[in-house]
């Protein structure tokens, strides 16, 4: 019920590309979803975040797809760069009750943009 | 949004012995929580600090284990104890503010031997 199921595992994608990562959930409660970009050794730094009553949400090259009905959410990142090789994380949390602030995460996807 | 720093950065420590591990928040922030990354994998909540009373920890995760406390708005901390290798993780400092939302410390590297 709490899961966040993420696929692929892992992308290569040549400069330039698109690269695109999927995320399906299972709790119909949750209404925030977040995506995160961590580097090695870095703590996770939020990319972009969507909450249900939006399709769609766009920032620089990010865009967040969000399908309510089909509960899946996914990342696409235009023009992708080397500079985006990382692992993505997506996320999702409830607005309220005993579970108000918990993030429950993916499994995450380690991009790999090549030059 | 809100900086944090999270100490030590990484630690190498003897099986049976404890660490603590520290966060500061630069701001007072409304939640806290704890976080374990097993090398290559994802997040995994490990409790969430709650300020002047006991953490409230998730399935899998004990007070002896992993006390936790929160004497204010902006620090806590996490100790693992009676350390064995299979506690060899990051683990990491999470908050959430009402301006900047969510925000993650750089994490601490734990190794055990």
């Known amino acids: 019920q709490q899961q966040v199921k993420q696929s692929p595992q892992s992308l290569i994608v040549q400069k330039g590309g698109i690269s695109i990562i999927n995320c399906a959930y299972e709790?119909?409660?949750?209404?925030?979803f977040p995506w995160y970009q961590q580097f090695p050794g870095k703590g996770p730094a939020l990319l972009i975040a969507?909450?249900?009553?939006?399709s769609e949400k766009k920032e620089g090259r990010f865009t967040i797809s969000f399908n309510k009905s089909a509960k899946q959410f996914s990342l696409h990142i235009m023009d992708s760069q080397p500079g985006d090789s990382a692992t993505y994380f997506c996320?999702?949390?409830?607005?309220?009750?005993?579970?108000?602030?918990?993030?429950?995460f993916g499994q995450g996807t380690i991009l790999t943009v090549h030059p | 949004s809100a900086v944090i720093s999270q100490k030590p950065s990484r630690d190498i420590c003897q099986r049976g012995t404890s660490l603590t591990i520290q966060c500061q928040v630069d701001?007072?922030?409304?939640?806290m929580f704890w976080y374990r990354q097993q090398p290559g994998q994802s997040l995994t909540l490990i409790a969430t600090?709650?300020?002047?009373?006991?953490?409230?920890?998730e399935s899998g995760f004990v007070i002896d284990k992993f006390p936790i406390s929160r004497p204010n708005l902006t620090f806590s901390t996490l100790t693992v104890s009676n350390m064995s290798p299979e506690d060899s993780s990051i683990y990491l400092c999470?908050?959430?503010?009402?301006?900047?939302?969510?925000?993650f410390g750089s994490g601490t590297r734990l190794t055990v031997v």
């Open positions: 701001s007072q922030v409304t939640m």
């Open positions: 600090a709650n300020q002047g009373s006991e953490a409230t920890y």
């Open positions: 999470s908050v959430l503010s009402d301006r900047d939302g969510y925000t």
């Open positions: 996320a999702a949390t409830l607005a309220g009750g005993t579970s108000y602030g918990k993030l429950t």
């Open positions: 709790n119909t409660a949750f209404d925030y």
């Open positions: 969507i909450r249900p009553d939006v």
